[in-house]
């Protein structure tokens, strides 16, 4: 079995009296520790989600390990940029996948380089490898990380994970029966997970510099979204009906309804999504040409586009409409408005902040409708009770097409059109 050293100086060794001691302290807080600091003297002025602590001295070199989806990144965004704004001097290294790569590369901002990550139980889902793992880990204890953040989850798998990496100091989130790092924060599932992670780089003394995923544009974006745009239509609508989760799907016939009005009203109506969302963005398409006579305004570009291009058609887009989904996460990271249908849970650790802007549209469904299961403790407290069924469903079409054509005012009076 390979040796794995433990990390340098984290302060979190459970060896004798001491450790252990430290450890229940640990766990008396449900999981906050903070390395024996006291709080930063800007901490007074409220400037955290959370404890600012001291800065770290002499960091040249950070590690960021945030998996998942495009969603998940999008909520690490502003974090990352806080990190980068208390550590000028320090290379920012984000432990992602290489969908994260492709978001990033060319891009300006404040991460300098991306390692995919491997397949690793509660890290990256997939045919676990262990030689890639430790091969993974050998390669990131040579870099010599001066400070390792946590910004994937409670920590069960993910601690253990970063504390391979052999930094000088971590930081992250903690369940009480996660690994302990050397400063963290509790991890409580309802929390605002863009929040969740400013709280976390606040231990790192790092101030938030943002509070909302923002995406400077690529060099070729314009020419990225021409392909896909129809120049003799005043405004652009891009919908996204997909949602990793089935219960979070909004139905097809409320899109299409919603993509009827916006198209016989004059916009270009474009369905997104991967690969897998081809068959539901293809039903919108047929649901929605049978409200509407204008129904060749409506198409959709499900799975031809990468990930460079969904990027430069959101930007391009006057508003998007979607459910609580990675595409919508990302319109709003490129300044986009965006109509947001979601289940209320979803909206406590998803939902944009402000309203000028962004719309969301509740489902406060709480209990199963089947078995009368409480929904709001899924994942959580409580295992999923086998009854599947659209949590959304509830929300009316004539209330989203309504905050649908006020942002799409907005955005086209932002924009000087």
Partial sequence: ?????????????????????AAAATNATGGAAFGGERLAPEAAHGLGIGPILERFEDVRRIAVLRGGGLGDM?????????????????????????????????????VHEIEPLPFAEGVRPGPEDPEAVEDFMERMRARKFDLAVQLHGGGRNSNPF?????ARHTVGTRTEDAAALERSVPYLYYQHEVLRALEVVGLAGAAP?????????????????????????????????????????????SFARVAARAAADGSQVLLVGDETD???????????????????SIRSVAGRLSLAELSAVLRA????????????HLAQAVGTPTVGIYWVGNLIMAGPLGRTLHRVHLSWTTHCPQC?????????????????????????????????????ATSLLLRGK
Wanted: charged content about 20%; proline content about 10%; overall charge negative.
């Fill in 278 to 296: 081809v068959p539901l963005a293809d039903e919108v398409v047929s649901l929605a040409r049978e409200h509407t006579d204008d129904g060749g």
């Fill in 162 to 166: 970063l504390l391979r990496l052999g």
């Fill in 372 to 408: 009368g299961a409480d929904v709001t403790q899924v994942g959580w407290t409580a295992p999923h009770c086998g009854h599947e069924f659209a949590l959304t469903d509830q929300v009316r079409t004539e209330d989203v097409y309504a905050d649908l054509a006020q942002l799409r």
């Fill in 317 to 328: 887009s006057d508003v998007m409409l979607g459910n609580d989904s990675g595409p919508r």
């Fill in 209 to 253: 510099a943002a509070l909302q995923p923002q995406l400077a544009p690529l060099p070729d974006e314009e020419e990225l979204a021409s392909e896909w745009l129809d120049p003799g239509r005043p405004s652009l609508v891009t919908i996204h009906p997909g949602a990793t989760d089935p219960r979070r799907r909004w139905p097809a016939s």
């Fill in 1 to 21: 079995m390979p040796h794995h050293p433990p990390a340098q100086g984290n302060g979190i060794e459970e060896h004798g009296a001491e450790g252990k001691s």
């Fill in 74 to 110: 999008m909520f690490a965004v502003p974090a990352i940029e806080s990190l980068a704004a208390a550590y000028p001097e320090a290379q920012i290294t984000l432990l992602g996948t290489e969908a994260h790569a492709v978001l990033f590369r060319a891009r300006p901002g404040p």
